[in-house]
Nanobody, 126 residues
Framework: QVQLVESGGGLVQAGGSLRLSCVAS????????MAWFRQAPGKEREFVAA????????YYADSVKGRFTISRDNAKNTVYLQMNSLKPEDTAVYYC???????????????????WGQGTQVSVSS
């Protein structure tokens, strides 16, 4: 079993930045991709970004490319999401995910696999 705890959310003005962190415990995550998803009120949970187990590949939703950067520190069992140039449409609860497919390095991350954190709220005012 893996427990995930996200932090770093908050209220920021449009154009501002936030850095989300997610710490995993209960099992090492170094063999699994880690990802961020988000869910806005009334909408389905959507993929934001993922980083492969060895940090060789990272993938982004088109809506965040060039503004968000995902990274991980396997020694700390932690994944980060640096969010710059935030827009009001980025407002959502952001969830951390640990994939359950060992050594998966592809670009498909449906919200079906692995473990989830409790989420952290990101609100961007215009």
């Amino acid at each position: 079993q893996v427990q995930l705890v996200e932090s770093g959310g908050g209220l920021v003005q449009a154009g501002g930045s936030l850095r989300l962190s997610c710490v995993a415990s209960g099992r090492a995550t170094s063999s699994y991709a880690m990802a961020w998803f988000r869910q806005a009120p009334g909408k389905e949970r959507e993929f934001v970004a993922a980083v492969t187990w060895n940090s060789v590949w990272s993938y982004y939703a088109d809506s965040v490319k060039g503004r968000f950067t995902i990274s991980r520190d396997n020694a700390k069992n932690t994944v980060y999401l640096q969010m710059n140039s935030l827009k009001p449409e980025d407002t959502a609860v952001y969830y951390c995910n640990v994939d359950s497919r060992p050594f998966y390095s592809g670009n498909s991350y449906p919200p079906l696999y692995g473990y989830w954190g409790q989420g952290t709220q990101v609100s961007v005012s215009s």
